[in-house]
C-alpha cells in the first residue's frame, strides 16, 4: 500500500519570492516515480515535475525543483521566483506499476 | 498535437440513472486510467485500461465499469447514480504505462440530483 500526505493545506507567496511545499510518500515499492501536478481552475492536472526514486540527483524543471530524501520519505517542492500564474492546487503524487496515489493537495496562492 | 479530450464536461443526471463518460487520450499513447476526484481532494485511481483490458482497478464498487476501443479511446459507466458520484472524473493517457507522467484531460463534472 502506498500514502501520500500533505499536511499544508494551503500556501500564500508574494511574486518573485519562493515557496516550499512539503510531502511525505511512504510505500514498501523499491522502485516508484514521484510527481508534482499543479490544478488551476481550468481543473486540468498539469505535470510540474517527475522524480524516480533510484536518481540520487534531484529533479530541476525552470523554477521548479524537489528535494527528495528517500530514507525520510519527503518529496517536497520548491518554487522559485514565484508568479502569479503559478497559483493554483499542486498535487504530490507517488506512482507504482501505473497507479497514481495523489495527496489531498496544497492551494499556492501568488500575491502581487 | 492534441491533448487528452473528455466529453462531455459537464452532466447532471438523476440518482439511480446510468451515465457513460468518453476519454480520447493523446496521440501516440495507448493506456488510458480514470480518476474520481471529489470537491477538495486529490484524485483516486479508479481503473486502467491497456489493450481493450482492464489491467489494474481501484478500491471502486462494480458499479463502476469501463471499456477501451482499438482506437485507444475509452468509456467509464457508471450504473445506479449515487449522489456520493458526484464528482470530477479526470481521464489521463500514457504510453504503456511508462512512467514519464500522465497527460490528462479537464474532466467531466457530474452532478448527481
Known amino acids: 500500500a502506498q500514502t501520500v500526505t500533505q499536511s499544508q493545506p494551503e500556501m500564500s507567496v508574494q511574486e518573485a519570492e519562493t515557496v516550499t511545499l512539503s510531502c511525505t510518500y511512504d510505500t514498501s515499492e523499491s522502485n516508484y516515480y514521484l510527481f508534482w501536478y499543479k490544478q488551476p481552475p481550468s481543473r486540468q492536472m498539469i505535470l510540474v515535475i517527475r522524480?524516480?526514486?533510484?536518481?540520487?540527483q534531484n529533479a530541476t524543471e525552470n523554477r521548479f525543483s524537489v528535494n527528495f530524501q528517500k530514507a525520510a520519505k519527503s518529496f517536497s517542492l520548491k518554487i522559485s521566483d514565484s508568479q502569479l500564474g503559478d497559483t493554483a492546487m499542486y498535487f504530490c503524487a507517488g506512482d507504482s506499476w501505473g497507479k497514481l496515489q495523489f495527496g489531498a493537495g496544497t492551494q499556492v496562492v501568488v500575491t502581487p | 498535437d492534441a491533448g487528452v479530450t473528455q466529453s462531455p464536461t459537464h452532466l447532471i443526471k438523476t440518482r439511480g440513472q446510468q451515465v457513460t463518460l468518453r476519454c480520447s487520450p493523446k496521440s501516440g499513447h495507448d493506456t488510458v486510467s480514470w480518476y474520481q476526484q471529489a470537491l477538495g481532494q486529490g484524485p483516486q485511481f479508479i481503473f486502467q485500461y491497456y489493450e481493450e483490458e482492464e489491467r489494474q482497478r481501484g478500491n471502486f464498487p462494480d458499479r463502476f465499469s469501463g471499456h477501451q476501443f482499438p482506437n485507444y479511446s475509452s468509456e467509464l459507466n457508471v450504473n445506479a447514480l449515487l449522489l456520493g458520484d458526484s464528482a470530477l472524473y479526470l481521464c489521463?493517457?500514457?504510453?504503456?504505462?511508462?512512467?514519464?507522467?500522465?497527460?490528462f484531460g479537464s474532466g467531466t463534472r457530474l452532478t448527481v440530483v
Open positions: 489521463a493517457s500514457s504510453f504503456q504505462s511508462i512512467n514519464y507522467g500522465y497527460t
Open positions: 522524480q524516480e526514486a533510484y536518481k540520487q
